[in-house]
């Protein structure tokens, strides 16, 4: 029994209790093999082959990969009817699992089935693509920082840089980033990249000037100098359509899951 075997047995096991796929598989799918009157069905196999071999139900295996794949089904059932008799399926966390497994296998069903009833539409898309491909890469900064714990910090490094320090010898003596021993320099980037204040203050920057006030994110404080500025191509719409796909898929579902919530009941209690 090879080890890849093992490990699907392991992911499929629970799936195999839940539902004995080989026992009540559909009446109609002849049966490929019979263990102790158990019959593993035509359809379990291509379900089981897709999950092992990535190869779709129906499109058929080759003859040795079929009869390898029949074995492992065998292993698993002779497996499955012995938990049986040895009354796993009532232990106590194995019926939790298969309630979290029930859950997981319907929520993915009910998401698929949302997404397949509600496909993104082309405007959605091209709205994402606008939005979150287009503006934000309309131009990228080249900045230095020197990045300090705390805002006192930040604020004597303004003072020596408006007394005529150099901003790259002070990055390399105070800064705590990993580009201290750059000067500083973050190299090119778009502002969606970056923190949110961190981006803000860089676009009020014009090429040569550093920011007269300390930046708070959640790295620390930040003083930055804008190097330079440029504007850039968007990359092409086919290009980054399955990336858009994704993103305006997740719009849909989390619209679906806040429509339910207005409806529900929900309590949040403490153990």
Not at 25 to 44: L, R, W
């Amino acid at each position: 029994m090879n080890i890849s075997f093992l490990r699907l047995i392991q992911s499929m096991a629970l799936s195999a209790s839940l539902f004995s796929l080989s026992a009540s598989a559909d009446e109609k799918s002849p049966a490929v093999a019979i263990v102790n009157g158990s019959a593993i069905s035509a359809e379990t196999l291509g379900m089981y082959g897709e999950k092992r071999i990535g190869v779709k139900p129906g499109k058929g295996f080759p003859e040795r990969k079929r009869q390898e794949l029949i074995t492992e089904l065998i292993n698993r059932e002779l497996i499955y009817q012995d938990a049986i008799k040895e009354g796993l399926d009532k232990d106590k966390f194995v019926q939790l699992e298969i309630e979290e497994q029930i859950h997981n296998l319907l929520t993915r069903s009910r998401i698929g089935k949302l997404l397949r009833d509600n496909p993104p539409s082309e405007k959605m898309l091209k709205e994402i693509y606008q939005t979150q491909i287009v503006a934000p890469a309309s131009v990228e900064y080249r900045a230095r920082h020197i990045l300090v714990p705390t805002m006192e910090a930040a604020k004597s490094v303004i003072e020596e840089l408006n007394k005529g320090a150099k901003f790259e010898a002070l990055a390399k003596q105070k800064s705590t980033g990993p580009s201290s021993t750059q000067g500083g320099d973050l190299g090119w980037f778009s502002p969606n990249q970056m923190a949110k204040h961190f981006s803000d203050a860089v676009k009020k920057l014009k090429p040569g000037e550093y920011s007269k006030r300390p930046v708070k994110t959640r790295f620390g404080w930040h003083v930055i100098k804008l190097e330079q500025a440029r504007k850039v191509d968007p990359p092409a719409f086919e290009s980054v359509q399955e990336q858009i796909m994704k993103v305006a898929q997740n719009n849909i579902i989390n619209q679906y899951i806040e429509e339910l919530k207005q409806s529900a009941n929900i309590e949040i209690q403490n153990p």
